[in-house]
């Protein structure tokens, strides 16, 4: 949302379980997933007791969990939480972003998971 000073934004459903977490916690990251990540991606977007297996993250430089073998991350400070009818919008000071430009986005449209198509 802002390149001076980078920012960015994520929208959390007021009644989801993890947005207290989130909105509590000093530091979160944001995780673009590839096309290998479509397990993660049903485990994070469905209801589970717990999203983080014991291999398949670390903690980045700020300490938030940063998946292994994602395309791109943003390791963000939180900066701001704004109403936003029923999410909350949080903002992050992104203090770390790193990608990988050798793999193809998970792309998700119209309930399904799709490739991107190069003609
Ligand atoms: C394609 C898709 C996009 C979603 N986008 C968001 C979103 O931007 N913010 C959000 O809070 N939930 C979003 N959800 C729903 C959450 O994934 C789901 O409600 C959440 O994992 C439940 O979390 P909880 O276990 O912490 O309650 C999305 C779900 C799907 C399938």
């Known amino acids: 949302m802002s390149l001076d000073p980078p920012l960015l934004l994520v929208c959390l459903q007021k009644r989801a379980v993890s947005a207290p977490a989130l909105l509590e916690a ?3 990251a944001v995780n ?14 469905t209801r ?8 398949d993250w ?3 430089e700020c300490g938030a969990p940063v998946l292994r073998e994602s395309l791109g991350v943003f390791e963000c400070e939180r900066h701001a939480v ?3 009818g029923d999410h909350f919008i949080l903002v992050g000071r ?3 972003a790193s990608f990988d430009p050798n ?4 792309l998700y449209f119209r309930g ?3 490739r991107l198509h190069f003609d």
Not at 32 to 45: K, N
């Open 26 to 28: 000093g530091h979160f």
């Open 32 to 45: 673009v997933l590839q096309t290998g990540q479509q397990p993660a991606s049903i485990r994070f977007s």
């Open 48 to 55: 589970a007791e717990d999203r983080f297996g014991p291999n």
């Open 58 to 60: 670390s903690p980045g």
């Open 82 to 84: 704004h109403e936003g």
């Open 94 to 96: 992104v203090v770390k």
């Open 103 to 106: 793999m193809d986005p998970l």
């Open 112 to 114: 399904r998971y799709r």
